[in-house]
């Protein structure tokens, strides 16, 4: 059964501390997109991948976060240094060529403090 | 540009009557557009999407959505609600073929009352 897989699931974390989520996308697809949820946002959209290169990080405040596409089977999104307003659930999906739809993961629940 | 409007944060029906979530969308391009549902604590999952083909489009759990371009609309209906579909409803909208991103709207809350 192929799916995102997300790691960790929770996290929490000191203000100022280096936050790194990891993202497996599923075998095969080409486009990866990394989303926060939060009550007042909703989802947003951060940044998203395709072929592993970046399209478009306008959604990501640039002097703290930053994503990657190590290789194929990876995608990390950093934080440093985290802060209390980043406190969100962090989504990973994955889609195939074509853009006919995202798979989601289970999401990274990231507490500052 | 994308950009997707759902009317209505909160939702609530009775069991067994009509669900209707509304979803309208901008797109400069040819839209594909989605229904997720999102249960608590989990992520999302993927109910039914239109990619240019039938504009009624029937997806799972009984849930299906007609595109009418003529008013940039997608709503969501279900003829018949279960308690089991209590969760929140996001509308998406990306750029049809390999072009866009998948942009979201704010989501409508679903309650379902015995």
């Known amino acids: 059964d192929a799916r995102v897989t997300q790691t960790p699931r929770h996290k929490v974390t000191e203000m100022g501390q280096e936050v790194t989520m990891r993202c497996q996308p599923i075998l095969g697809h080409n486009t990866v997109f990394w989303y926060r949820q939060t009550m007042m946002q909703g989802l947003e959209l951060l940044a998203y991948f395709r072929n592993r290169a970046p399209l478009d990080d306008s959604g990501m405040p640039k002097d703290r976060f930053s994503a990657e596409m190590p290789d194929a089977t990876l995608a990390t999104l950093k934080i440093q240094p985290s802060e209390p307003r980043d406190s969100a659930v962090y989504f990973c999906?994955?889609?195939?060529?074509?853009?006919?739809?995202?798979?989601f993961g289970q999401g990274t629940r990231l507490t500052v403090v | 540009a994308q950009s997707v409007t759902q009317l209505g944060s909160h939702v609530s029906v009775s069991e067994g009557a009509l669900v209707l979530l509304r979803c309208n969308y901008s797109?400069?391009?040819?839209?594909?557009l989605f229904w997720y549902v999102q249960y608590p604590n989990q992520g999302l999952q993927l109910l039914l999407k239109y990619t240019s083909a039938a504009t009624l489009v029937k997806g799972i759990n009984g849930f299906e959505a007609e595109f009418k371009k003529s008013e940039t609309s997608f709503h969501l209906t279900k003829p018949s609600a279960h308690m089991s579909d209590a969760a929140e409803y996001f509308c998406?909208?990306?750029?049809?073929?390999?072009?866009?991103?998948?942009?979201f709207g704010q989501g409508t809350t679903l309650q379902v009352k015995p």
């Open positions: 797109s400069s391009v040819p839209p594909y």
């Open positions: 998406a909208v990306s750029g049809s073929g390999n072009t866009g991103k998948l942009i």
């Open positions: 999906a994955s889609g195939p060529r074509g853009n006919t739809e995202a798979f």
